[in-house]
């Protein structure tokens, strides 16, 4: 398995204020890949998108953890993992599907449809009763002078 | 993240600044019924120039603005879309459903 150069662990209470804590975190630690600000936004929208399903959706009746790791590698790809320890996905498949959603009509059902849109690669493990981890991988383009 | 209201008559403009994330969405989304209740226009224009940041909880947004005008038989229009919401809102494919001007 291929060693990070870098890597960092959020821990934060499944509160929506933490949405914009999240994103701008993993933000702040792709600059040090001297991203683009396109790259940037797409970052911040994918872990957004899987932040917010565990914040909705894990968690129904009360408070609970997430943590957000973020890795980088020597490739100059950066890669995200949001895990919670919540009610879980039972048809991880059904969850992927544009528009779906066990959410209300606040939710529109596409987070899935932007995190595979936006990352080169979104992998979704879940246990029923256990919880949710989802990784996502995006390679930033390599610039002069960028390195860490 | 803000809300602020203008028009005239029927027409009637909404312009949203700030983050339109899940933390956000639902004051927006409660605002945007607010404002439409009181109003009933028959066109509305999301004015989206002061938006910062905005992931799938706008491309719900924009849905339920647009069910709305459709039931009162008006439409809607979106304008000022940043370059990052606007990625967003082009993933969803929501050019085919809504007007951006």
């Known amino acids: 398995m291929i060693k990070p150069i870098n890597e960092a662990v959020l821990t934060f209470v499944s509160r929506s204020a933490n949405e914009g804590f999240a994103r701008t975190s993993a933000a702040c630690f792709a600059a040090q890949l001297d991203p683009t600000l396109d790259e940037v936004n797409d970052v911040k929208t994918a872990v957004s998108e899987a932040v917010t399903n565990s914040i909705v959706h894990a968690y129904p009746n009360s408070l609970g953890k997430i943590t957000l790791k973020l890795r980088l590698f020597a490739d100059n790809s950066m890669e995200i993992t949001v895990r919670d320890w919540g009610v879980g996905i039972a048809d991880v498949e059904q969850a992927r599907t544009p528009l779906f959603t066990t959410g209300n009509e606040e939710r529109s059902g596409m987070g899935f449809t932007i995190m595979e849109s936006f990352m080169d690669a979104v992998k979704v493990r879940s246990v029923p009763g256990k919880g949710t981890t989802v990784t996502m991988r995006r390679r930033i383009s390599r610039r002069m002078g960028a390195g860490v | ?101």
């Open chain 2, 1 to 101: 993240m803000s809300v602020t209201c203008s028009g005239e008559g029927r027409a009637l403009t909404l312009a949203v600044s700030g983050e339109v994330d899940h933390h956000g969405a639902k004051r927006i989304m409660d605002e945007l019924e607010c404002h439409v209740a009181a109003a009933l226009p028959n066109m509305l224009t999301l004015d989206l120039g002061g938006v910062t940041f905005m992931d799938s909880s706008g491309i719900a947004v924009l849905l339920r603005a647009h069910r709305r005008l459709r039931e009162l038989g008006g439409t809607l229009s979106v304008t000022g879309t940043p370059p990052q919401a606007a990625r967003v809102l082009r993933a969803a494919g929501l050019e085919k459903l809504i007007q951006f001007n």
